[in-house]
DNA sequence: CATATATGTAACCTACGTGTTACATTTGAG
DNA sequence: CTCAAATGTAACACGTAGGTTACATATATG
């Protein structure tokens, strides 16, 4: 699964908001959720394989953390659009477009 | 549709990059694609539904051109997510440096 | 006005993603 | 050794996203 297909999820979406902050084990990650934790652990799945994240055992225990790499690759494109989008308008443009959204 | 299952597909992510160099009309998109125009239509909607394009008609022709502000919110979303990340990552190498320092 | 062009909509089909429950696997503890 | 705890996997159900073809809706043009 890519990147972006992986973080198009609202689960996945917040555990990757939770690793943000620090390492995580399953059952923290899980008991966050209203989801069964196997569901948890299916993302979780889909977050490792798509190099979201990563994960190491600590006994019986699997600690999850925040890979940096996977989310850079989602900002870099976006805002490479972005910046061509921006260049291809002048000025004027761009400043009666702003108009109107004030209106 | 939210913005990050509309740049999930493939298919539409590659309309946002050729929108981001300029104003297209839907036919010119349309024949980029090995898919049928009405499935092009059908993304083309969804983008709009998503705010990540606008369309204006021109004739009988509908032109669409990018619009900036829902590319902005995943390009933020991912680099928010990466600064926190990375901030959490220094803390703990210089926690480490401290542990050095101690040994 | 009649017709072709450009585009979108509707109905339908299929594949896949996401949820559930039941089971397997590993590991710490008594 | 046995058992419970933590986690992942398997099998299945089901909704929805995305493809197709057929049709509808403007709008330019002869």
Redesign the interface.
């Known amino acids: 699964m890519?990147v972006?297909?992986a973080?198009?999820d609202p689960t996945r979406?917040s555990i990757?908001?939770m690793?943000?902050?620090?390492e995580l084990e399953a059952g923290a990650i899980a008991e966050r959720f209203d989801i069964s934790r196997p569901a948890v652990s299916r993302h979780l799945r889909l977050l490792r394989e798509s190099s979201l994240v990563c994960a190491r055992k600590d006994g019986r225990r699997r600690l999850y953390r925040?890979e940096?790499h996977a989310?850079?690759e989602?900002?870099d494109?976006?805002?490479?659009?972005?910046v061509?989008?921006?260049d291809?308008l002048d000025a004027l443009e761009r400043h009666l477009e702003e108009e109107e959204e004030r209106a």
């Open positions: 890519d972006f297909t973080v198009a979406r990757v908001e690793l943000a902050h620090g925040l940096g989310l850079t989602v900002a494109w976006a805002e490479r659009q972005r061509f989008w921006s291809r």
